[in-house]
């Protein structure tokens, strides 16, 4: 048997080293995100609202991808700098169902995608004159819930917390100042932030046997919520909401490499934390440190 639990003691060392980079680090990491620079392509070519409309509606599909996110986003944006603007929602779940047919990254499940698209097509909120208004208002979380709740999901779900994450990145690359997501607004669970939720000690995973990055990451995301949970403590620790730390962590997670040493991992990641944000070296290594506080080989 498998058990997920919390600790509490690592919860708070974890909180207390991201302290020091706070959320101006975490924006600094945004503004280089590809994510970030697909979203500035795509308000670019659209009206706001039509904008936010697209984003939202490829976040609720990105999952399952057959390639990094980073260049799925790139894929996307390409597409929709090619487009006209959609009128109204309906027209956007068309165009993002073309681009869905010929995207060459995201090819898995596409007709259950093709269907949550279809059942997004009535929701209200998602209307590019009603987004607008929810965005501005910083209603994020009602915005999130009203979601879900047409997609028949949890709110705290994936996809819909990263729809969130894409609207910030819209919205900072619209207006040209960053929108700051609330604090009780959870990380988005994925395999990478699984892994860091356990390399960082927040989350232990307890097994008869051996652990593998697979066995943890099958455990952590079995019970998200617990997860997203422990997060939300660090990021009220630190100051830094969950969605914004999210790029922190997830810049560190991709340095995980079973074929690489702890060592090697946290070299590289420091190097690339240290120069996106122009902190010291020494100072980023501490807190990289504490998020791979232990590591597998295997």
Known sequence: MTIVKLNEDRISRVGEALKALGLESALKVEELDPQFQAAKLIVNK??????????????????????????????????????????????????????LSSSRINITLRRSKVSRLLRASVINVLEPWTIVKYVKSRNLRNLARSMASSLKTKWTSKTVVFAIKMLCYAYRAYKGKPLIAPFNIPIPMDSRIAKLSWTSGIVDVIDEEPLSWSKVVKAITSK???????????AKIC????IHLDSILWLIGGFLDRKASREK??????????????????????????????????
Do not use: C, H
């Open 46 to 99: 659209m009206g706001f609202g039509p904008a936010l409309t697209l984003v939202a509606l490829n976040s609720l599909i990105s999952y399952r991808l057959g390639g990094r996110g980073e260049d799925y986003w790139s894929e996307f944006a390409l597409f929709i700098s090619k487009v006209s603007e959609p009128k109204n929602l309906r027209d956007a779940v068309k165009l993002v169902i073309s681009f």
């Open 224 to 234: 998200p919520s617990l997860t997203q949970r422990a997060w939300s403590r660090v």
């Open 239 to 242: 100051g830094i909401p969950p």
């Open 265 to 298: 991992v946290i070299e590289n990641a420091t190097n690339s934390l240290a120069r996106m944000t122009l902190r010291n070296f020494n100072d980023v290594k501490r807190v990289v440190e504490e998020v791979i506080n232990r590591y597998l080989s295997r």
